[in-house]
């Protein structure tokens, strides 16, 4: 189950181009990759995860698991570098 505030969905949606809704895709990406974040992690564990969308974008998605869902907290197009890693992770 994946959960968002609204208002930072839109101003992400804004800023990055990238929906929550089409973030929330990218976790049925089996190559995913997935680790913590540490320099964002001071009152909750926060992970970031990188994976392709289902509108086969790869995106960066930063989130927080509380309780049984998933609540996402920002997402943006993978950087060069990103991707690169990605490509040959999977």
Not at 10 to 28: L, Q
Not at 38 to 61: D, M
């Amino acid at each position: 189950m994946f959960q968002w505030d609204t208002s930072t969905a839109v101003r992400n949606a804004e800023k990055h181009g990238v929906s929550f809704a089409e973030a929330a895709t990218t976790f049925d990406d089996a190559t995913a990759m997935d680790g913590p974040d540490v320099s964002h992690s001071f009152l909750e564990a926060r992970r970031l995860h990188v994976g392709r969308s289902g509108a086969r974008r790869i995106l960066v998605v930063a989130y927080a698991v509380r309780g049984v869902a998933v609540r996402i907290l920002s997402a943006r197009l993978a950087s060069r570098r990103e991707r690169v890693t990605y490509a040959q992770a999977s």
